[in-house]
């Protein structure tokens, strides 16, 4: 199935619709080329800096839509993606890589929750930032989590959330707006979890989660998710132990170069 018109939820498979990361994303999504069935979807959308694929689903039967697809470039001369996200387990052959125009990035997972964390000890201390305290809390990422994108200020903030120590930031967490459930809740995707070095080993990361996580779900949230890195084994602990479960086992491939960015 190849299809272009109308948003992206009627045009989704069945089995699809309901995929948290694809309901969150869906408005990136709504003029996408879909490919695929209920075993597995492939969606293609046009950006400036390069076509942007995910796919999602059973990694051979998602191997075998990236290679059809590759070999549709191949055929017409186009351009280098200028990103690839698939599931972690989908191998792809050096052809059909060479022919996207990409090479491996970065392995991350997704994960999510639509219930409440058990209680953490700290978070009696987190208290949520006003648009007053942007400045301050960029200052403590820049310390505390440098290479994060995430900023205060964003068109999509939900919210930002810190720890203070003698009136000094410490740590601080964000949560970014997306779309959610097919009934029209929301959910948000937390961002920017950064302690300062002084002030790590003390649990201020998982007050912090919990906080935002609290937050989220108790105004109404169809659920909150994130991202993490696949080798961060001590924030997967973290997230596991808040509740949360993954949904998404994914590798990322860009072109040579790429310096952009790509939202989890």
């Known amino acids: 199935m190849t299809t272009t018109a109308g948003g992206l939820l009627p045009r989704l498979p069945g089995a699809f619709r309901a995929r948290r990361w694809l309901l969150a994303d869906r408005d990136r999504w709504h003029a996408a080329d879909v490919r695929g069935d209920d075993h597995a979807v492939v969606l293609v959308r046009s950006e400036e800096a390069g076509d942007v694929v995910l796919g999602a689903g059973d990694p ?40 996207l125009g990409v090479a491996p990035y970065s392995t991350w997972d997704r994960m999510s929750t639509d ?3 058990p209680a953490v000890a700290g978070e009696e201390s987190v208290v949520r930032l006003g648009p007053a305290e942007a400045d301050e809390a ?3 990422l820049a310390e505390a989590n440098p290479g994060t994108r995430a900023r205060p200020g964003g068109a999509d903030d939900a919210g930002w959330w810190g720890v203070r120590e003698q009136g000094r930031l410490v740590g601080v967490i964000g949560a970014a707006d997306r779309l959610g459930a097919a009934d029209g809740r929301r959910s948000w995707h937390l961002h920017g979890l950064g302690v300062r070095p002084a002030a790590r080993g003390r649990g201020l990361g998982a007050a912090l989660t919990a906080a935002a996580l609290r ?10 998710s994130l991202g993490l890195y696949a080798d961060n084994a001590v924030a997967r602990r973290l997230y596991l132990r808040l509740g949360m479960a993954v949904d998404e086992e994914n590798a990322s491939y860009a072109a040579p170069g790429y310096g952009g960015s790509w939202r989890r």
């Open 138 to 140: 960029a200052a403590c």
């Open 60 to 99: 051979d039967a998602v191997a075998a839509l990236v290679r059809d697809l590759a070999h549709e470039r191949r055929a017409a001369g186009a351009g280098a993606l200028g990103w690839l996200t698939v599931p972690r387990s989908t191998v792809l052959g050096a052809s059909e890589l060479e022919a």
């Open 115 to 117: 219930e409440p964390p």
């Open 215 to 224: 937050a989220g779900l108790g105004a109404g949230l169809a659920w909150v």
